[in-house]
């Protein structure tokens, strides 16, 4: 029986968590020295304070939306990808090679051919653990673990052995075509009479997460393969009894779930680097799994999740700018939040439950239901 | 093309010092899978331990305090996934992520803190670490054919834990299949309402094999730290938790078992850091970025292939509740 | 007059919303057998989990003896010399007899000491009893009948005093039921008290002192068994008069429908668990599967359903059936008009935590009338679902409930909606009434007669023997994945029935316990999985 209306259950339960993880974060700071009060404003100035804090701030969003998209497909069909980095890498070579061996004439077609490279590379990589489960059994959190190990080691390669142009040292490619340049927000807001910073990497891929967060949405709730999807994960016996294969969700979900993290590159290679480098992805893969875990895997809770994290990591960057603290401190918050949001769930549901419980009792002890 | 050399003693011999951390993470995984909690979070506490003992052994020149610290912050971190797994019946392999990630930023912030030395402390020296322990008669037994060198390279000259660790093996295979304690904590993970309909306590139960958890990561973080190398550095476990899992898996949740598995994984990590003899062996180069994969690589292969259908403790990764 | 063994006043306890047990009072004298009888629901078990521990009430107190005993737990029960065999055992499946008899119970931390010793009670009890079994027997390894045993000689064990059985015939064949009741004779006349939790009122009748019944958490009355009916018992539980047979004209079979032909199948240990199965049901007959649970009724169904794979010939129609390969699931029994409603409605044939109208459209999500283009037409499938919740009077008749909101007969009629509103050739129905209030059970039935009389044929897998010889037509009798032979219901009994299902076909002749025994144990060992 529900016990807590759905407001408490969508809102209330994640905003609490979060709280719990915002005093433990700021007991951080203190503990190491700093002043939590002046690191708030410090990252609010940061991050939202300017177009140029916003810029970063929606541009970081930008991935953690396609990540956190990632993992919430995986999640719904009962499966925890924790390869959402590697798959993010191997997308960000699909990237580099669409765009390093084809002379797209147009910003326009290079994109889209662009997300589909990412997306067909990410795919791929999710591909081969996501079979390995199905078939062999092989357990899928460990295989895309070492996956993400592995995607280091291929793009190190292709980076070093490969991709690198003659006579330089740095393990990179080389700048992709000025033709393939996306136009960041400054460039599209400009017409419409938005001044919006010109240095701040957010760019049109923003466009391109929202509209995959609407398609993921449809998929899920408005799709017989969603229907499909959220079954096999709620119930592998009720699957197999309406016919829904469980190979065939398996590898469909974590092929959606690693195209998504793959697209990730069109942002961060292509929007903003311009080329790929070694570290492209910088931990926006398992950001994404606390920005799932966040937005209830629910892909508006994903969208909101996505810009908080934004923020704090525009916010933390600058914090490391401007004070002792290092950027480590965004992965202790988002430890902390995956902790409260995901595996502490119940520490805050179960006392709420009391409370909503105890006000419906009060309300109405008419008609009771008995039960085994 | 010379096979033998993939077969040296100086090879060998890494292969025990790199098993050893995986050997003691292994075991430990195995007291907490044992119990029906699941535990990826190994790595995190590995790595918890190997700053704490590292850190601590550097500020008070004494390894043997790092090595107790190592173990309480490794433990600590066990109560946490105790609270989220056991406590409060939530999803443990999300816990495990957030403990692994918690240590990864943790690790990170407190070193800058301390060392300012861009999240790694300073390098152990004497007292600091470890030091290799020389069996009786190593030297004099030395010369005996083939025995003599074994005995000499292979078994003696490791530091202590090493020899705790083989040493965990068969006192975890006794305490698990030969006490009171043993069966109770074997039977809680395959049915926990056995347990709990037979008078003893399921949380209880399970804490203390989350607790043994916590205590034998200390111990492989630590020696990780200093024993292995000589000071911490950021995300110096490099994998080794999940390996280890992979590695009880393989060994199908047993102990001599998971003595085996590690020492394969053990080998696998210390062929990787010898191109020269790959080489030698094979008769080409390999590209330095296979031998960096190579352990993962094969981590993938072994699950996938040779593990064949390995049953898990029946309620494993479930949260105990009783039934209505 | 001495105290009474058990006597317990003012019990509440509440999970969540859901008053449990409401203001119970009951005393349970010494040296005799007690009844508890109610529908499913009733309180029975919580109530019985309270007196053991596992559960904390909410109110009330418990006397043991005449003290007043605090339970916060199972040690406090066992303590105090209770002891309980559950509905569902608590047994540690990969462990020894001896390990889960001494476990929790053991002398000191070393194990040898401890299990030499039990051992040797264990060889006491064995005689004091006649409670035979293995003590190196693997718990998997061993009979259910076996397993039961196991359960009450952990409690003898541990000394009590006072046994509390949870419908402890479940899964027990006839024989196997008269030999419990015969040991728990003998228990009674050793002195100890026994209280005996069922839904079946000739259990109660045959076997117990007396009774108390339980209706919607409340305990309604108790009375000396020898002083009351089944019927005044049945209107006790219900709150009304009810019927107790299903009404229902003969058969008039028609062409046959599903044709199966020795059909086999492996499962992946590699046991053999159909053996060559020959069936035929025809339109416009329900053809009932008899069996002790786990004896391949269960795979039979999973097979015709498409969850399986198998060898062998089914036909549907004189049209083949995909035993193999893509065209074997599910869907595609669907497609072929086969409709099933799977024993178990909470894991398999409803998603609990989904909503009635996504339940409604489970399994035929892509139906044309289900979808538009590439999305699910929502509006549609909500609409078919409240018209679907009002003709099977499921209530509260809510689509955007979640389906573990409603109860258990609720449940069922909404699978049964979803599954015979398509118009099937052929119906799989397996434990159509497990878990339903005796209200909702009439209707069920009802309903599938109505099928049957518009000349569909139906496949029913029950455990439950009344419900098999109440509602089927013709009875095929399972025994360790082979049929052992075939009735017309109306020229059966459920004693023949019993020796068919533990594997005895002369069923003319005079059989002992232990040859029942020997063939139960045999079939076990083929088959230990499961059950």
């Known amino acids: 029986m529900d016990v807590m209306p759905k407001w408490a259950e969508v809102i209330l339960v994640p905003l609490i968590s979060l709280i719990l993880a915002a005093i433990l974060s700021a007991l951080v700071i203190l503990a190491i020295g700093e002043n939590p009060v002046e690191a708030v404003n410090l990252m609010v100035t940061g991050a939202i304070g300017s177009t140029y804090g916003w810029g970063y701030t929606l541009y970081y969003a930008t991935n953690f939306m396609f990540t956190g998209l990632a993992v919430s497909v995986a999640f719904h069909a009962g499966l925890f990808n924790i390869g959402g980095e590697g798959q993010a890498m191997l997308g960000g070579l699909g990237v580099a090679l669409v765009l390093l061996f084809i002379p797209w004439p147009h910003w326009t077609i290079a994109l889209l051919a662009a997300t589909a490279g990412a997306a067909v590379f990410g795919a791929l990589w999710a591909a081969i653990p996501a079979y390995l489960q199905a078939k062999r059994g092989s357990h899928i959190v460990i295989t895309t673990i070492m996956f993400n190990f592995i995607a280091a080691a291929v793009l190190n390669y292709m980076l070093v052995n490969q991709l690198r142009p003659a006579g330089s040292m740095d393990p990179a490619t080389e700048r992709f075509r000025e033709a393939v340049h996306l136009p960041n927000l400054h460039e599209m807001l400009a017409p419409i009479g938005i001044n919006f910073s010109k240095a701040a990497p957010a760019n049109v891929s923003l466009v391109i997460a929202i509209i995959a967060c609407v398609l993921v949405w449809l998929l899920i709730w408005r799709t017989p393969l969603g229907l499909e999807i959220r079954s096999y994960g709620k119930s592998g016996r009720a699957a197999k009894y309406a016919g829904i294969g469980a190979v065939r969700i398996t590898m469909i979900a974590m092929l959606i779930s690693g195209a998504l993290a793959g697209m990730m590159a069109i942002n961060n290679v292509m929007g903003e680097a311009e080329r790929l480098v070694l570290n492209a992805v910088e931990g926006a893969g398992f950001i994404g799994i606390a920005v799932a875990l966040m937005g209830r895997s629910h892909p508006f809770g994903v969208f909101l999740a996505a810009i908080l994290f934004g923020f704090l990591y525009q916010g933390g960057a600058e914090l490391a700018l401007w004070t002792s603290i290092p950027r480590e401190l965004i992965v202790v918050i988002q430890a902390l939040v995956i902790l409260f949001t995901g595996a502490l769930d119940n520490m805050v549901r179960m006392p709420l439950e009391k409370v909503f419980l105890a006000a419906r009792n009060a309300r109405a002890s008419k008609s009771v239901e008995p039960a085994e | ?270 062929i990787a850091l010898r191109p020269d003899i790959i080489e030698g062996a094979l008769g080409f180069k390999v590209q330095v970025q296979l031998l960096d994969a190579l352990p993962y690589i094969l981590t993938v292969v072994i699950l996938a292939g040779f593990v064949g259908k390995a049953i898990p403790p029946r309620a494993g990764g479930e949260p105990y509740v009783k039934e209505r | 007059m001495t105290a009474p063994a058990i006597e317990l006043k003012g019990i509440s306890k509440a999970f969540g919303p859901v008053q449990a047990n409401k203001d119970i009072s009951i005393r349970v004298m010494s040296g005799t057998i007690h009844g508890i009888i109610g529908e499913n629901g009733a309180g029975k078990s919580t109530l019985m989990s309270i007196l053991y521990g596992f559960y904390k009430a909410d109110a009330g107190e418990i006397f043991i003896g005449g003290n007043k005993t605090e339970i916060p737990d199972s040690q406090a029960a066992i303590a105090a010399g209770i002891g309980m065999v559950f509905q569902h055992f608590k047994l540690v499946e990969n462990f020894t007899v001896l390990e889960n008899i001494i476990l929790g119970a053991e002398d000191g931390g070393l194990l040898k000491p401890s299990l030499s010793k039990a051992r040797k009670t264990l060889l006491d009890l064995e005689k004091e009893y006649d409670l035979k079994v293995d003590p190196d027997a693997i718990i998997e390894e061993i009979g259910v009948g076996m397993q039961q045993r196991v359960e009450i000689l952990k409690a003898l064990y541990r000394q009590a005093n006072i046994l509390i059985l949870d419908e402890p015939t479940g899964v027990l064949t006839p024989a196997e039921a008269d030999q419990l009741f015969r040991i728990l004779g003998r228990l009674k006349e050793e002195g100890k008290t026994i209280i005996l939790i069922t839904h079946k009122l000739r259990e109660i009748m045959d076997i117990t002192d007396t009774v108390s019944v339980m209706r919607r958490g409340e305990m309604t009355a108790t009375v000396k068994t020898a002083e009351t009916s089944p019927e005044e018992l049945a209107e006790l539980m219900v709150g009304r008069k009810v019927l107790l047979r299903v009404d229902k004209a003969p058969a008039t079979p028609g062409d046959v429908v599903l044709d199966v032909q020795n059909l086999k199948v492996v499962d992946e240990q590699g046991v053999e668990r159909l053996r060559g199965i020959d069936l035929q049901v025809r339109a416009g007959e329900i053809v009932g599967i008899a069996g002790v649970a786990g004896n391949g009724q269960s795979e039979l169904l999973e097979v015709l359903g498409g969850y399986e794979d198998a060898t062998g010939t089914v036909t549907l129609n004189g049209q083949p059936i995909d035993l193999t390969g893509k065209y074997s699931d599910g869907r595609s029994r669907r497609d072929r008009g086969i409709a099933h409603v799977p024993e178990d409605r909470q894991r398999e044939g409803l998603i609990m935590d989904f909503p009635a109208w996504e339940n409604t459209a489970f399994g035929y999500h892509r139906d044309a009338a289900y979808t538009s283009g590439l999305l699910s037409n929502n509006a549609a499938i909500k609409a078919d679902t409240a018209e679907k919740m009002e003709r099977f009077d499921v209530r509260p008749p809510h689509p955007h409930l979640a389906a573990k909101n409603f109860s258990g007969g609720n449940q069922q009629k909404i699978v049964l909606a979803r599954e015979i509103e398509r118009n099937p050739d052929l119906l799989l129905i397996g434990q159509p009434t497990r878990g339903v209030d005796i209200g909702a059970i009439e209707f069920i039935h009802q309903q599938i007669v109505a099928l049957r009389d518009q000349g569909k044929a139906i496949l029913l897998v029950s455990v439950e023997l009344e419900e098999i010889l109440g509602l089927a037509d013709r009875v095929a009798v399972m025994f360790d994945g082979q049929i052992m032979g075939e009735r017309q219901t109306t020229e059966t009994d459920e004693k023949e029935l019993g020796l068919l299902m533990a594997g005895i076909t002369d069923t003319d002749k005079p059989h002992t316990m232990a040859e029942i025994e020997a063939n139960l144990a045999h079939a076990h060992g083929n088959a230990s999985k499961e059950v």
């Open chain 2, 1 to 270: 093309m010379d096979f033998l050399a993939l077969f040296d003693l100086a090879v060998l011999d890494s292969t025990i010092r790199l098993a050893t951390p995986l050997l003691l993470a292994c075991l430990a995984g195995l007291f907490s899978e044992r119990a029906g909690i699941f535990d990826i979070g190994l790595e995190g506490k590995m790595l918890f331990a190997a700053f704490f003992s590292a850190a601590v052994a550097a500020l008070t020149g004494s390894v043997w305090l790092g090595l107790l610290a190592g173990i309480a912050s490794s433990m600590v971190l066990s109560g946490i996934h105790g609270l989220a797994s056991i406590t409060f019946r939530g999803n443990q392999l999300i816990s495990g992520v957030a403990i692994n990630f918690l240590a990864a930023g943790m690790t990170v912030l407190i070193a800058q803190d301390w060392f300012q030395q861009g999240g790694r402390t300073p390098s152990l020296i004497g007292g600091g670490r470890f030091e290799p322990i020389i069996l009786p008669f190593a030297e004099s037994l030395r010369g005996v054919p083939f025995l003599g060198p074994i005995y000499a390279e292979l078994i003696s000259g490791h530091s202590i834990l090493v020899y705790v660790a083989l040493l965990a093996v068969p006192g975890t295979w006794w305490l698990l299949f030969r006490t009171r304690f043993g069966l109770r904590l074997r039977a809680v993970g395959e049915n926990p309402a056995a347990v709990d309909t037979a008078g003893v306590s399921v949380v209880g139960l399970r804490f203390v094999a989350v607790g043994i958890c916590g205590v034998l990561c200390g111990i492989a973080g630590a020696y990780l730290a200093t024993g292995l190398q000589a000071g911490f550095v950021k995300d110096m476990t490099a994998g080794r938790g999940f390996i280890a899992l992979a590695a009880l898996i393989f060994a199908k949740w047993r102990p001599w078992h998971a003595l085996w598995a590690t020492l394969l994984f053990g080998y696998l990590q210390a």
